[in-house]
């Protein structure tokens, strides 16, 4: 696993370390990876990879579904990211037992700029795709929509109102 992690990294460092002037849309946003103790995984991967916390750790977002609905949860959630560079590590404490076999790599987050376009042009590539939530949380706001992948790949399209991971 820990070696996965690493291959992972060294992908999405080629793939972020060229900074462009212009955003680009669609482009890689995060990777989610569940953790049993966030404190432990911090202090690893500030310590092993040089990653930094963006921002303090969040406890709250609160959900907006289409229907006008607010559904609000707590969390723990912490944003860490390589000095420099945009791409987002994004953790989530939750306690997995170990009798279930649970894949720990959740998803991965992709911005875009117009997620109605980017929904267009998921579904006619054959996905079904989620209805559009808009999430708010603390400093950032996004409308967010997901879908699977051919091989079932959780994909997140995220288009940021205001904020940033």
């Known amino acids: 696993m820990k070696k996965s992690i690493y291959i992972l ?32 995984s911090v202090n690893f991967y500030t310590n092993a990879l040089g990653l930094k916390v963006t921002n303090d750790s969040v406890k709250n977002i609160v959900i907006t579904l289409e229907d006008g609905t607010k ?7 912490v944003f860490l990211k390589f000095p420099g560079q945009d791409f987002v590590f994004e953790l989530k404490e939750e306690v997995i037992p170990d009798s279930l076999n649970f894949a720990l790599f959740q ?4 911005d ?7 929904i267009q ?6 996905a079904v795709v989620s209805p559009v939530l808009f999430i708010q949380t603390q ?9 699977k992948g051919p091989d079932g ?3 997140e399209l995220d288009q940021i109102i205001s904020g940033e991971f």
């Open 9 to 40: 990294f060294a992908m999405l460092t080629i793939l972020t370390s060229c900074e462009s002037k212009e955003p680009v849309s669609p482009r890689f946003n995060h990777v989610f990876l569940q953790v049993s103790d966030m404190e432990r």
């Open 139 to 147: 400093g950032v706001e996004l409308k967010q929509a997901s879908f």
């Open 71 to 77: 559904i609000e949860r707590d969390v723990n959630i």
């Open 107 to 110: 998803h991965v987050g992709i």
């Open 121 to 126: 042009e998921a579904k006619n590539a054959g």
């Open 153 to 155: 790949e959780l994909i």
């Open 112 to 118: 875009v700029k117009d997620i109605n376009k980017a």
